[in-house]
């Protein structure tokens, strides 16, 4: 398996026996149950000549920030102690998650990468203590989740910064540098993606608005036509002519 630089997700590794591979070019011997998050840009291959085996999966997100809440960091091999299984069984159930697209597989995977980085952070030694800024990601991430599965709730400013404990002027400076938007544009990327879902599952246009927390219709379809440049009623009609050529 090889890996040239120019790739834009980062991907995860974790080996099963020894093996010589190289990072950026410079060979590493990595032990049985080894870890790594490769960062995008960053070269792989192995150089040994016999089998192995692994596990891998590609990733998004801003991985830095959330493995640094676990004293992580990508592009470091670490060697977490007696979790194989428990890694491996992660990693199958955010595939299938993934490509199962259940009503909350988005929350789902959120919550598994942060399993998974627990399991390898309280498996290795001299793990880093907690910073103030560390703990403040924690709440930001914690906070996101809760979002992400109940966009339709209040979730101005205010509001925020009052669960996470800072002013508002802060929020919107680190919300941006976690999750490159604000957090009024994320909320409505949230309710757009809840819609969908809610679509999928037979809600009409009207019972998705509710449920998404909007008062007027109009402005539910207005912005998810600008988020998905078509309207609700097209992303319908398109989802049943997909689903009728699937069957």
């Given at each position: 398996m090889t890996r040239a630089r120019g790739n834009t997700e980062y991907m995860l590794l974790?080996?099963?026996?020894?093996?010589?591979?190289?990072?950026?070019?410079?060979?590493?011997?990595?032990?049985?149950?080894?870890?790594?998050?490769?960062?995008?840009?960053?070269a792989y291959a192995h150089l040994s000549a016999?089998?192995?085996?692994?596990?891998?999966?590609?990733?998004?997100?801003?991985?830095?920030?959330?493995?640094r809440v676990y004293g992580?960091?990508?592009?470091?091999?670490?060697?977490?102690?007696?979790?194989?299984?428990?890694?491996?069984?992660?990693?199958?159930?955010?595939?299938?998650?993934?490509?199962?697209?259940?009503?909350?597989?988005?929350?789902?995977?959120?919550?598994k990468v942060e399993e998974l980085?627990?399991?390898?952070?309280?498996?290795?030694?001299?793990?880093?203590?907690?910073?103030?800024e560390v703990s403040l990601i924690h709440r930001f991430q914690s906070l996101h989740l809760e979002m992400s599965a109940f966009p339709e709730r209040d979730w101005c400013v205010k509001n925020i910064a009052s669960r996470i404990g800072i002013c508002e002027s802060r929020v919107y400076v680190v919300y941006r540098s976690l999750y490159g938007t604000s957090p009024a544009q994320d909320i409505i990327s949230m309710c757009i993606e809840k819609?969908?879902?809610l679509f999928k599952q037979g809600f009409s246009i009207s019972e998705t608005s509710e449920c998404c927390g909007y008062n007027n219709v109009s402005h539910f379809i207005r912005q998810f036509r600008q988020q998905e440049g078509?309207?609700?009623?097209?992303?319908?009609?398109?989802?049943?002519?997909?689903?009728g050529t699937r069957q």
């Open positions: 974790h080996f099963y026996n020894a093996l010589d591979i190289s990072i950026n070019q410079k060979p590493v011997h990595v032990l049985p149950n080894a870890v790594i998050v490769l960062s995008p840009q960053t016999e089998s192995y085996r692994l596990d891998w999966m590609c990733m998004v997100g801003n991985l830095p920030e959330t493995m992580l960091a990508p592009d470091i091999l670490y060697q977490p102690a007696n979790s194989a299984g428990k890694i491996t069984g992660i990693i199958e159930n955010l595939e299938f998650e993934f490509y199962a697209r259940h009503f909350w597989w988005y929350r789902y995977v959120d919550i980085f627990m399991l390898i952070s309280s498996s290795i030694s001299q793990v880093p203590a907690v910073s103030p819609a969908k879902t078509l309207s609700p009623l097209k992303y319908i009609q398109f989802r049943r002519q997909e689903e």
